[in-house]
Structures are given as C-alpha cells and as structure tokens.
C-alpha cells in the first residue's frame, strides 16, 4: 500500500481566496448520459456562507470532481465514532444535500450517523440489512430533511485508500454522480474522500470545511493524496528473516529414492491443503461477503427505484436502474437476481414502451443471487422508450403460475442527445 508519513504538525486548514472553481466540467460529455442528467435534474441553490469563508483541506477540487462542503458538526460526529474503536473498522452514512450553485456542483455534508454492524473486523466493515434498516429509522427519527449523500468507514492504522471491497460498496449502493465516500485512519488522523469524476470512481484532491461552530478548524485529519485500489488490502505476516538453522557441515541427512517420494507425496498433499484452506476457502468467503453486501446495499437503493417494477426480491434486475438513459448502439449488461424457486430457466425480454409484443434478449439457465442476466445489444434498436422484462419460466419456456416478473423501463438516446 502506499504509505504517508505523519507530520507532527498540527493540521492548518486553508482559507480559499476565491470562490471554489466550478465543477460543471463533472458532466462533461465523457460522463455517462445518466450522470449528466442526474446533475441536470438538481435544483440551484445559495451557498450556506460564502465561499471565503470556508476551510480547505487538502487541494482545490480537480476539473470534473464535485465541491464537497462538510459541516464541522458532521465531522465531529464522525471523529467521536471513528475513535470509539480503533481496534475494528466502523462506517457509517453522510447525510445532506448536493444541489448545484452557479456551474458548480456542491455536495453539503451536515451530519452523520453511525452504523452498527455486527460484521467488521480489522481490515473489513460491512453494512447489513440490519444496519441499513436502522440508519433509516435514525434519518427519518432525527434528520428527515437530509438526504444520503455517501457513507463514511475508517482504517484505524491502515492508511487512507480505497480497497477493491470499498469499490463494491460505492458502486453497488453509492450510484449517483454526487454520491461521495470518506475514508479515515483514526490513528494517524488521516482522511481522503473518493467520489464520481467524469464517470469514474477516483479519489477527490481535497474537501471544504464549513466553520459554522468555530472560526478555527476543527478537523484533526490531514488530508493526503491517495487512490483507488484494485486489491483488498492483506494484513502482512511478521518477516522470518531472522530466524535461520545452520546445520554443520557433513551433517547432511541422506535419504533413499523412496523415502524422498514419500515426503515429496506428503508435501504436495500438505501444500494443496494450505492452498485450499489458505487461498480458495477465504476467497469463496469474500465472494460470499460481497455478495451479500451488494444484496443488501442493493435492496435499500431499490427502495426508490426498480422494487415498485420488481416485487420479489427473488426476481430483480439492479442495472439498468429504472427510467435511466443510456445511448443507443451500445452493449448494455443486465446484472440482477434470478433465485426463483421451481424454474427451469429464466428470459430476459425486451419490447418499447406501449408495445405488446415481447422480443426475447437472451435465456439464462442456471439461477444466480446476483450476476449477469443477459447482454443486450441495442444496436438494432432505434432511440425511444423501452421495458425490460425478467421471468422464470419451465421447460416450455412459459411463465410459472404465481410469478410476478420484474419490469424496468429504460431510454435510449442517440449518441449526440444530449451532448452540450
């Protein structure tokens, strides 16, 4: 990983001359059409104070990455829950708004609320169903006039990234173009947050501190320069080499030929051993863990989305998301659930809006918890307005008796709609 050195220095919070430059360059054509028009669709608002007011931490705002303006009380809220323990690895949701002022989109952190996960460790944190249902109740209990806006977990000593597990997370449940992800190390008071930038996860250069407590900083955390990784992060076993045996010479054990295949048989068997328990058991329980965190990350996103279209949890479409646009002529993946009980099979249908005629995209025939569906390719298909359609069905390929079908409506755009 790459590591920061800790300065002594007490962290000092810039004051920006100017106004924070415009962050219009994050919808640029080179982001998705979804993302262009998710922004697009966000109300213009006044800024809580003015610009030269605010605190920086870190570096200004690259082109394309979104303002992000943290309240001092949301990040004292998070330093006392991010040093309650420092042994596990604890999370959280960023609640607020993200609204547009001028060209620039802002995205205001006003509070946080805490996660209870039974499922974290050291180098891991997972949000349950559990959890998200309760950070649910908190919001709408004490802050129902803030959105989610991002989540928020720390490395307590790991250092500030990015981990390929946090990448699943954002994706998963953290879709929208203003939805952002802090990252803290409590122990070497650390922070980085990571958001969309033209369409691509990466880390931010800095944030801005919202001084509506104190005309001082109250952030303890510097703000480093860091990345999103493509590996997990493995904690590393203690080095070996000081510990050696130095046998006398002519002391040299001699073996015949059979007692050396016997132990080289035996080490084989223990080598496979170790890579089964060691390398192929721990990755199927990752696989496992995130699986189950992208269902249940999923499900609260389709709370306000594809569930209306999709009533069982057994039969969902989570991409394409529903009433999303995406350009015509490209290769669009289909990724959902396909766990019906009794079915053979299960298709994946396509047909325009107001149409009643199906066209068949594809067949799966063995169900998944979550993977890819099918792959349609739009190309034959003109812009407009389209359903898609997942059904378990027999080995007639006719839909089983009771079954409700997850429906998600889409657009297709010409490849130069919308492009400013």
Same mark, same amino acid.
């Given at each position: ?25 994050? +919808? ?39 303002? +992000? ?97 946090? +990448? ?108 089964? +328990? ?143």
């Amino acid at each position: 990983m790459t590591s920061v050195s800790r300065s002594d220095k007490p962290v000092e919070a810039q004051t920006p001359s100017t106004e924070p430059p415009p962050a219009d360059d994050a +919808v640029k054509p080179e982001a998705p059409t979804a993302h262009r028009e998710a922004v697009a669709a966000l109300p213009f608002r006044q800024l809580p104070a003015p610009a030269d007011q605010w605190l920086l931490h870190g570096e200004m705002p690259a082109s394309g990455q979104p303002v +992000v303006l943290m309240h001092q009380t949301a990040a004292l809220q998070i330093i006392a829950h991010s040093r309650s323990n420092t042994n596990y690895e604890l999370g959280g949701a960023l609640l607020g708004h993200a609204y547009r002022h001028k060209t620039g989109l802002i995205v205001e952190i006003k509070a946080a609320l805490p996660a209870v996960s039974a499922d974290h460790g050291p180098v891991h944190f997972t949000f349950s169903a559990d959890s998200w249902s309760k950070l649910h109740r908190d919001r709408s209990a004490h802050y129902s006039n803030l959105d989610i806006i991002g989540w928020f977990h720390t490395h307590p000593d790991l250092g500030v990234f990015y981990s390929s597990d946090d +990448v699943v997370v954002h994706t998963a449940a953290f879709t929208l173009p203003w939805h952002v992800g802090l990252v803290v190390d409590p122990i070497r008071d650390e922070a980085a947050f990571f958001g969309w930038a033209n369409g691509k996860l990466s880390a931010l250069a800095g944030f801005y501190e919202l001084p509506e407590r104190q005309p001082q900083t109250q952030i303890p955390w510097r703000a480093v320069r860091t990345s999103v990784w493509d590996r997990p992060y493995e904690m590393q076993a203690p080095s070996d080499q000081d510990s050696h045996i130095v046998l006398a010479r002519n002391s040299r054990p001699r073996f015949s030929g059979r007692e050396i295949g016997l132990v080289a048989s035996a080490a084989a068997l223990l080598l496979s051993f170790f890579l089964i +328990v060691g390398g192929v058991l721990p990755l199927q329980r990752r696989v496992n863990l995130l699986e189950t965190t992208v269902l249940n990350l999923s499900q609260v996103s389709l709370a306000e989305g594809n569930s209306l279209t999709c009533p069982d949890p057994r039969l969902r479409i989570l991409t394409p998301l529903d009433d999303q646009t995406y350009l015509a002529g490209a290769d669009l993946q289909i990724i959902g659930t396909a766990d019906y009980p009794g079915a053979r099979r299960y298709q994946i249908d396509v047909r325009p809006t107001g149409n009643n005629e199906w066209q068949l995209i594809d067949r799966l025939r063995k169900g998944t918890r979550l993977g890819l569906l099918a792959e349609w390719a739009t190309g034959q298909n003109p812009p407009g307005a389209y359903e898609i359609r997942l059904s378990p069905v027999d080995s007639n390929n006719i839909r089983l008796t009771g079954s409700s079908p997850c429906v998600v409506a889409v657009n297709l755009a010409a490849p130069n709609a919308g492009t400013p």
